[in-house]
């Protein structure tokens, strides 16, 4: 594909419904990162897949959130019984290998806002 | 576990060079080091990378010390449109638990 694209690109939900966030990287990219950017904040890095694999959770903020990648394409991230504290803007990057030297591309991101 | 560190704001003006220096203390022997540019609502696009010594390219240089604790993005002449919040990462290895460690971004606003 043309670049990494992301959807819903607003989300607006009530406190305490889930959500979930998709992600379609770079056509042949086979990492997949997830971040969650806070207004006027840097980026808090949540979780990579390498494939349908993710090395490390420990990322995620809480047991509300889960991700799981099929098929080493898309992604998605689900937030469940959603927080206001949750609100922010979701970004996803994907890179051809996982790796330090590895460029990330980002898509535009999910803006969450929970009421 | 790398932590980042980087000036909150700085200021310039155009034509000239900027440097943002970016602290590691404790980066793992693997590791990398990239900067990242954001505009406002956008995600961050790739600057440049080094491990060590001195890269440059079309845009930046990075300057790395050899004990590589901390890293410099030098950007020359900077135009107005280099305004944008410009970030540094290090990690992703098994040295560094997987983790990636970005720095909080440094605000670079440059006044014309």
New interface residues.
Partial sequence: GAG?SQSPSNKVTEKGKDVELRCDPISGHTAL?WYRQSLG?????LI?FQGNSA??K??LPSDRFSAERTGGSVSTLTIQRTQQEDSAVY?C?SSLV????E???????TRLLVL | LAKTTQPISMDSYEGQEVNITCSHNNIAT???I?W?QQFP??????II?G?KTKVTNEVASLFIPADRKSSTLSLPRVSLSDTAVY?CL????PD??????????TKLIIKP
Wanted: charged fraction near 10%; charge should be negative.
């Fill in positions: 990494v990162y904040q840097g980026l808090e890095f990579y090395p490390d420990s990322g970004l990057a996982a790796g330090a030297q460029t990330q591309y980002f898509g535009p991101g | 693997n590791d990398y990239t990242y609502s956008q995600g961050p696009r790739f990378q491990y970030y290090v990690g992703l290895g560094s638990n997987y983790q990636l460690i970005w720095g909080a971004g």
